[in-house]
């Protein structure tokens, strides 16, 4: 049996999704929903949950969560669509968008972690570096206090990188390829 056009453009889709399923696991998204999002990347118009439920052969229940959790990211919007009362959805095309509004969450989401709890830890280790009547414990607490101090930095480094990705400075540095480049076909793939 011959293979047709029709199914060959699938199958390759088909190869296309599962690889984006997949690569989805960097960025803390489990390779179903991932699926759920490379399902809505080529999808030609908007897609229902119902749609989206039979492409994926997850339950409805899991379609709705996974569809949540992409929205949450930025990587699926939901869309309105004229003479329909059921939510439609898309997915954000842009694989630069993507990243950069996932690691800008990321970013600001361990700075924030971080910078809490160097609020709440930063005046007991002063107070006992100074005032403790145990000198193994000031001698500890200002070994703690200096390497909490540093870390300072480094949290002044991930807001000036998380502002640079969401302003699009960062690409003055990192600039993206034109669309239409791809490798010529003598190029050998550069590897990570």
């Known amino acids: 049996m011959q293979t047709t056009d029709s199914q060959r453009l699938e199958e390759a889709r088909d190869v296309m999704i599962s690889a984006i399923a997949q690569s989805m696991v960097a960025y803390g998204v ?17 897609l ?3 749609d989206i439920k039979d492409e994926v052969a997850m339950s409805k229940a899991s379609v709705s969560t996974g569809i949540r959790e992409l929205i949450d ?20 095309k842009d694989f ?41 414990v000031r001698q500890t607490a200002t070994k703690d206090l200096a390497l909490v101090n540093g870390s300072k930095a480094y949290l002044t480094w991930i807001r000036q990188l998380a ?7 960062i690409f ?21």
């Open 30 to 46: 489990t390779p179903s929903v991932g699926r759920i999002y490379a399902v809505l990347y080529f999808a030609e118009s908007p």
């Open 48 to 50: 229902t949950l119902d």
């Open 73 to 92: 990211t930025g990587m699926v919007v939901k869309v309105w669509k004229k003479g329909d009362r059921k939510d439609h959805y898309i997915a954000e």
């Open 96 to 136: 630069f968008q993507n990243f950069l509004g996932f690691m800008v969450k990321m970013l600001r989401l361990e700075r924030g972690v971080i910078h809490k709890a160097i609020e709440q830890t930063e005046p007991v280790m002063e107070a006992l570096a100074r005032q403790s009547d145990d000198e193994a």
């Open 163 to 169: 502002n640079a990705m969401e302003s699009g400075d």
């Open 172 to 192: 003055a540095h990192f600039p993206p390829p034109e669309p239409d480049a791809s490798p010529q076909a003598s190029e050998p793939p550069s590897v990570l």
